[in-house]
């Protein structure tokens, strides 16, 4: 059973940073693709950042240059460093990977999710 766990969200004053992570275990899994996503009240989920196996990287437009998604892979572990936050950045932050597991076939995995609440 694979399993995505996050950490890291809280509370944060606007212009602060904040670092999530999120640790894979379980499998066979090997990741592909990892990404965050973030759903605020109301809104529908979307794409705050993703990085493949080559580690390229790719951005929502409206986090770009101030978040960093980076992956260790010996910890099987997927990082968002989240700088200059700002409160429209408060959501729940999930964490995604899709990869190859049992019997080579492609399989897709989310967290629980993690609060961010940025205030003003």
């Known amino acids: 059973q694979v399993q995505l766990v996050e950490s890291g969200g809280g509370l944060v004053q606007a212009g602060g940073s904040l670092r999530l992570s999120c640790v894979v275990s379980?499998?066979?899994?090997?990741?592909?693709?990892a990404a965050w996503y973030r759903q605020a009240p109301e809104q529908e989920r979307e794409l705050v950042a993703a990085?493949?196996?080559?580690?390229?990287?790719m951005y929502g437009d409206s986090v770009k240059g101030r978040f960093t998604i980076s992956r260790d892979n010996a910890k099987n572990t997927v990082y968002l460093q989240m700088n200059s936050l700002k409160p429209e950045d408060t959501a729940v932050y999930y964490c995604?990977?899709?990869?190859?597991?049992?019997?080579?076939?492609?399989?897709?995995?989310w967290g629980q999710g993690t609060q961010v609440t940025v205030s003003s």
């Open positions: 379980g499998g066979p899994f090997s990741i592909n693709r």
């Open positions: 990085i493949i196996s080559g580690g390229s990287t």
């Open positions: 995604n990977a899709d990869g190859f597991g049992m019997a080579g076939l492609m399989y897709d995995y």
